[in-house]
């Protein structure tokens, strides 16, 4: 993956049919930590339970070096649940899929618990538009510096530097 210059790994447990904080996975997450490699996970789903936000809490307890960015907010729908057991923790967040479905003060109150130091922009394209999910949130009201953080700074910072 590293000699193809790829920059991480997605891992989507409702579509692989895997727990994500199975056992079997800890040789996995250790050597993508032994890499540097983030992750991106498909986090939670009330219609399945591979990925909820205490299974990436899980996670996170057995591989505490492990670069863990949790899709939709921590938890797709499970917002509530992202907020009381990942905030604080160490791992980033994105944006994708969510705009649609979640309440912009709803957003903005993960987003102020989180930290906007933790958020990535995403938009799931082409589930969704860029320029759709752009709008969506820019309409969040964040300041200039919020906004250059999540659209692109902490991108750069997770991405290219060690």
Not at 17 to 36: H, S, V
Request: a negative charge; hydrophobic letters at 45%.
């Amino acid at each position: 993956i590293m000699a193809r210059g790829l920059k991480g790994i997605k891992l989507h447990p409702d579509f692989q049919r895997f727990e994500i904080d199975c056992a079997r996975m800890d040789p996995i997450y250790e050597q993508i930590e032994a890499a540097g490699l983030p992750v991106l996970v498909h986090a939670g789903d009330v219609r399945f339970d591979f990925s909820g936000p205490r299974r990436i809490a899980r996670v996170l307890d057995r591989h505490p070096g492990l670069k863990v960015v949790a899709a939709h907010f921590g938890g797709y729908t499970e917002w509530e649940e992202s907020l009381e057991v990942l905030a604080g923790r160490n791992l980033w967040f994105d944006t994708s899929s969510t705009f649609w479905k979640i309440s912009p003060e709803l957003a903005g109150k993960i987003i102020v618990k989180h930290g906007t130091s933790r958020f990535l922009f995403g938009s799931d394209f082409p589930m969704w538009r860029h320029d759709d999910e752009l709008r969506r949130f820019l309409a969040l009201g964040l300041d200039e510096k919020a906004n250059a953080e999540i659209l692109h700074e902490n991108a750069e910072r997770l991405l290219f530097t060690s």
